[in-house]
């Protein structure tokens, strides 16, 4: 099942996302995919309690900065990975330091192509997951990546066991375009936000009409993998 996951920037966000019934936060700063300062990381996680998973950007962060992050408790930390061999050496590296303290997600900007020979080293160096995420201000994923790019994105990803999201600019619309390719998850923030700015608060009724949305396609037939 695809889960429903939500970009908080506060603890306050983070409850307005919890109390509207969203069970995965993304922890990340207003500035796009920038890590939270520990201290407003650490209420976040408090807030979501044992409501919500919390996982958390963790931007270009060194090792021991990534350690901390990981100390507060989060369920997972998102690593950006530029693509090629800089990106192979960046998974190695972190992968050798935290893999066995957290779980590991390895996003991957499409801007240049999903890297798909990354993915097996990602699952090798010991991630768990990786994310395909476009930028929300520049274009939504579904416009930046072709639909069957973002599927065979989604099966390399499970063919060496790691866990896979999508995010970037995604709509309501999107929702029923991108639950039949199965991903673990899918996440919002300009489409659950005030006026869908990114910028804005969280909007609880945005969030009810993503969530609304997943209901709705989640019962039709999706094609078999």
């Keep these: 099942m695809t889960i429903f996951q939500v970009t908080t920037a506060t603890s306050e966000e983070a409850q307005a996302a919890v109390a509207a019934g969203v069970t995965l936060l993304f922890a990340a700063g207003r500035a796009e995919g920038t890590p939270l300062p520990i201290a407003e990381l650490s209420a976040v996680v408090a807030t979501a309690d044992d409501r919500a998973e919390v ?29 090629g061999d800089a990106g192979a050496a960046l998974l190695s590296r972190v992968g050798r330091s935290l893999a066995t303290r957290v779980k590991l997600i390895a996003a991957f900007s499409p801007d240049a192509g999903p890297d798909f020979d990354l993915l097996p080293v990602a699952a ?90 997943f209901a709705i396609h989640a019962v039709r037939p999706t094609p078999e993998a």
């Design 124 to 213: 090798i160096a010991g991630f768990s997951g990786v994310w395909l995420s476009a930028s929300e201000r520049t274009g939504a994923l579904t416009e930046a990546v072709e639909l069957a790019d973002i599927a065979r994105f989604v099966a390399a990803a499970r063919r060496v066991r790691l866990t896979v999201g999508l995010s970037g600019g995604l709509r309501v619309v999107d929702v029923g375009t991108l639950l039949p390719l199965r991903p673990d998850y899918l996440s919002f923030r300009a489409a659950v936000s005030e006026d869908e700015d990114p910028a804005r608060p969280l909007d609880p009724a945005r969030i009810r009409a993503v969530a609304a949305a």
């Design 55 to 83: 996982v958390a950007a963790a931007g270009d962060l060194a090792s021991d900065d990534l350690a901390n992050l990981a100390a507060t408790d989060v369920a997972a930390l998102v690593v950006a990975v530029p693509t």
